[in-house]
């Protein structure tokens, strides 16, 4: 798991690329209404948890270097005995100063009275506007207030920088904790769709398969899923973000099962495709093959120095050559990559940045080029082959996809 030290490093790096007399104010997520009178499972903003770790909503992190008090402040729900009989156990400002580093901690019901006076004075405030409408708000109130009093000599700020330009750059480079952390999730999450896989044999719905799944990752000490899982039979495996998981299966289906674990925080992200009868047919074993030749091919372009589209140019490549291959396309392979004549059977890239959130934070393109690959980058590799039913030409027999990472 992530230690604390880290946490303070990284803030360290972000008030050194700030500078002095600047401010980064930073609010976790807000709980969100599932209905009427219950929530959804809180989960904090990764911005937020990658600078403090700390897990509550209704909190506010505030950077403020070279303060001589301490730079590192918190403002966060007070103790309430009655709250937390109904709701649970909170830190309160002197649980988040002993357990968390922070050097000030505040109830969050006095941030009015407090956050202003942090602000005045700074040149540039570092704030992720777009996020939270209504801190967003009482941001802008903020301001405004304090230029309303520069006649009486108030410095308001006079500069408000994107936090997430300088922040996400940040998270795209992992350490060495948090690679471990990912290689542990990623690890488990693997060991769970290889046993979905060898007791797929008895199960009647893809929800069967789901709740499989959940509670493996739950039993190798994963809680969450790091996003919806995709069980998906047939022809649903040609729905790219299928969630339905609700269909009676076959045993002539080819699965797919797009499932990653959650830990500490990190997500991992793997897709399989298999029989349920546990046999290939002949055409489906010949495409499976096709796309593992890609997966492994791409993966080793996955180097610094290369450019970041590098596995996905090798996979398309290889692909097309695939299905030319198995007569589903004709012609000449660089002008059938040209054209983009795959793109009705592999038609997303072949992976995106992984870490905090599924799909991790970090630029693509740097001067509209793409992003040079670098040590400590995480990038997922998913190639895959989509036969739809209503696809000209496919033989009723490819129906399904074969996407084995």
């Not at 069967?208 to 809680?223: C, M, N, S, V």
């Not at 072949?350 to 959130?357: A, F, K, Q, V």
Request: charged content about 25%; hydrophobic content about 35%; overall charge negative.
């Amino acid at each position: 798991m992530i230690k604390r030290a880290e946490f303070g490093r990284r803030r360290r790096k972000l008030m050194q690329f700030m500078g002095n007399n600047s401010i980064a104010i930073l609010p976790s997520n807000s709980e969100q209404l599932r209905s009427r009178d219950t929530d959804f499972q809180f989960r904090q903003h990764s911005d937020f948890h990658y600078l403090s770790g700390f897990p509550e909503p209704q909190s506010v992190l505030v950077l403020v270097p070279g303060r001589e008090q301490g730079e590192f402040i918190l403002f966060c729900r007070d103790r309430d005995p009655k709250m937390e009989t109904w709701h649970g156990r909170r830190q309160g400002p002197a649980g988040a100063m002993k357990n968390y580093k922070c050097d000030d901690a505040f109830p969050i019901d006095d941030i009015d009275d407090i956050l202003p006076g942090l602000m005045e004075g700074r040149d540039r405030i570092y704030y992720e506007f777009g996020n939270h409408n209504e801190f967003d708000n009482k941001i802008m109130g903020w301001i405004n207030s304090l230029r309303s009093q520069v006649k009486n000599g108030a410095h308001p700020p006079g500069e408000l920088i994107d936090l997430s330009h300088v922040l996400h750059d940040m998270r795209l480079f992992k350490s060495s904790a948090e690679i471990a952390v990912m290689k542990q999730v990623a690890e488990l999450s693997a060991k769970a769709h290889n046993h979905v896989m060898q007791s797929c044999a008895k199960a009647k719905n893809e929800s069967d398969l789901e709740a499989e799944i959940k509670y493996q990752f739950a039993k190798k000490g994963a809680r969450f899923e790091a996003y919806n899982s995709i069980v998906a039979s047939g022809e649903n495996a040609c729905i790219l973000h299928y969630v339905e998981n609700d269909c009676g299966l076959n045993n002539k289906d080819l699965i797919l099962i797009d499932a990653g674990a959650e830990l500490a925080g990190y997500a991992a992200d793997i897709t399989r495709t298999f029989p349920k009868s546990g046999r290939f047919s002949v055409l489906q074993k010949q495409a499976y093959q096709w796309v593992l030749k890609a997966n492994k091919e791409a993966i080793k372009t996955v180097k610094p120095g290369n450019p970041w589209t590098a596995p996905h140019d090798t996979a398309v490549r290889i692909l097309t050559q695939g299905l030319i291959d198995m007569q589903i396309l004709s012609g000449e392979l660089n002008q059938l990559v040209d054209e983009e004549a795959y793109k009705p059977y592999y038609m997303h890239k072949t992976g995106h940045w992984l870490g905090l959130d599924v799909h991790d934070v970090g630029d693509y393109l740097i001067d509209k080029e793409p992003r040079i690959l670098e040590s400590g980058m995480v990038l997922t590799v998913e190639p895959g082959l989509y036969f739809a039913p209503n696809t000209k030409g496919l033989d009723k027999k490819m129906v399904g996809s074969w996407d084995p990472y």
